[in-house]
């Protein structure tokens, strides 16, 4: 494995199996994995124009959501007047991250932890870690979230992958549940029906068998999210004219610091875990 700096202006580095299988990262712009090449073709969608504006959010590669995902329904904190209103998705993707190579050099650690940036929004102190291992067509992700306060934690988990496609007619999709939820009406509705608007734009919430599946009949590849209970949601999302979707791994739905609905709360002084992976199939 090879660890370097990729693009000096940007400070995006390479993490590298080999010429035809790496992914490269920006540890200052959230953690965010900015790219990844499995066999030597490119997997996720990148808008490298819009990235290159610091005040715009990313559009592309990996962002991470943490400590909630999506937005709260409320106008003030649900900490006290003492404190921000978290943004979408939390602060995690906004944040510089820290990283290192594991011991035996086989993946890659990064590393979030509480600041006085994340205490204006959240006061706890944390540990972040996500333990990233590549394999010829395959992403691995460790996540453990460590509560360091004296007080149990609330916690939301998610990965925001874009993946690119070739055109949305291109697309099917399995193993997902009969029933989904429209987030942007707010609806129970049938999946099957709600993916034939894809190329509309969706927004759909999932509760998976851990499992979630498309296929690209023009680029011959099958993409397969494994995300296991507690991190069994599932998002798609798609915003075209984009020639992308995401398959989203969230622990929690929008809103769960405040319904409480699969909201997760870590002990004092404990940790959780809870792993992912991305897989990539040919078809040819």
Not at 77 to 104: D, K, M, V
Not at 157 to 170: E, M, Q, R, T, W
Request: hydrophobic share 35%.
């Amino acid at each position: 494995m090879k660890l370097e700096l990729s693009n000096k202006e940007q400070r995006i580095f390479v993490f590298q199996l080999d010429k035809n299988n790496y992914i490269k990262f920006c540890p200052e712009r959230g953690g965010v994995i900015t790219n990844w090449v499995s066999d030597g073709n490119e997997i996720l969608y990148f808008d490298e124009k819009r990235f290159m504006d610091k005040t715009k959010s990313i559009r592309g590669g990996i962002p991470i959501l943490f400590p909630i995902c999506g937005n709260l329904n409320t106008s003030s904190s649900i900490f006290g007047t003492n404190y921000l209103q978290l943004p979408q998705h939390g602060f995690a993707r906004n944040l510089q991250w820290q990283f290192s190579l594991n011991e035996n050099e086989k993946s890659l650690c990064l590393f979030l932890n509480e600041s006085e940036k994340t205490k204006k929004y959240y006061p706890f102190d944390f540990e972040l870690k996500i333990e990233i291992t590549l394999k010829i067509n395959c992403l691995e992700f460790e996540i453990t979230i460590f509560n360091k306060t004296d007080i149990y934690m609330p916690i939301n988990f998610g990965l925001h992958p874009y993946f690119i496609v070739s055109d949305f007619k291109n697309l099917e999709f399995f193993d997902n549940p009969l029933n989904c939820q429209n987030q942007e009406k707010n609806i129970i509705s049938n999946t099957l029906d709600e993916l034939k608007n894809i190329n509309l734009g969706v927004d759909l919430l999932m509760y998976t068998a851990g499992k979630t599946v498309f296929r690209d009949k023009f680029l011959k590849r099958q993409v397969t999210l494994n995300h296991p209970y507690p991190f069994d949601l599932g998002v798609i999302w798609s915003d075209p004219p984009r020639r992308m979707i995401c398959l989203e791994p969230w622990t929690s739905p929008r809103n769960s610091f405040v319904d409480g609905v699969r909201n997760i709360m870590i002990s004092s002084n404990d940790n959780l875990r809870f792993d992912a992976s991305i897989q990539i199939k040919s078809l040819k």
